[in-house]
């Protein structure tokens, strides 16, 4: 097997894990169960405060910003010809910086980076670029998720919204949901492939028969 297909293989792997881990905490969860807090660690946390995953993520964060450009502003001298030509040169060259400049300056998904992301009862907690971040969950205004893509968005009161991607992440969309938004939070739209992949599972295991159109 080439190197290729070996760390591709290790990918799916790894991505099943992270998949049957969500949909093992989404039933205990959903049954009445709690989460299970981990050992304490050298983070310093808040009263009452505990630790429920710590792992890394991808990171990244939607806002717009400012972005600067040097206008050419070319003395032409010559033949009529040669001045206008210079003169569209300049407009041309002009106008491409400053699109270019507003493309960097809109609003879109930016540090992007892999962080270890601690997940709390209060917050998560990431460490990027040396910096400890906290996004409180009392602060969130909505969770949204496109778990097909191993991702979700957290839009807040307060702040630029953040996506947290990759393997861990339907485990981590899920813990949060509980935390935020309590047993309803199993309910969530976010939620829905895992809603389905552990009903699908549970009529595998009761041999439960479907009828058409049901669910």
């Known amino acids: 097997m080439s190197r290729r297909k070996e760390a591709s293989a290790a990918l799916d792997a790894v991505l099943r894990d992270g998949w049957s881990s969500a949909c093992r905490l989404?039933?205990?969860l959903a049954r009445g169960g709690q989460m299970v807090a981990l050992p304490p660690t050298g983070l310093r946390l808040g009263q009452n405060?505990?630790?429920?995953?710590d792992t890394v993520l991808g990171y990244a964060r939607f806002y717009g910003t400012s972005a600067q450009y040097r206008e050419s502003n070319s003395f032409w001298f010559g033949s009529t010809g040669f001045v206008?030509?210079?003169m569209?040169?300049?407009?041309i060259s002009n106008a491409s910086a400053r699109s270019r400049a507003q493309a960097m300056a809109a609003a879109q998904w930016r540090d992007q980076a892999q962080v270890r992301m601690v997940l709390t009862n209060q917050r998560l907690l990431g460490d990027y670029q040396g910096n400890l971040l906290s996004f409180w969950h009392n602060g969130v205004q909505e969770l949204a998720a496109d778990l097909s893509q191993w991702s979700f968005v957290l839009r807040y009161q307060e702040g630029n919204p953040l996506m947290l991607h990759g393997p861990a992440a339907p485990?981590?969309?899920v813990a949060i949901a509980w935390q935020i938004f309590g047993p309803e939070g199993m309910r969530l739209p976010a939620?829905?492939?895992i809603t389905a992949a552990v009903a699908q599972r549970t009529r595998a295991i009761t041999g439960e028969?479907?009828?058409d159109g049901g669910s």
């Open 26 to 28: 989404y039933e205990h």
């Open 49 to 53: 405060e505990t630790i429920f995953g």
């Open 209 to 211: 028969v479907v009828p």
């Open 84 to 86: 206008l030509a210079g």
């Open 88 to 91: 569209a040169s300049d407009a």
């Open 191 to 193: 939620l829905a492939p």
């Open 171 to 173: 485990w981590y969309a």
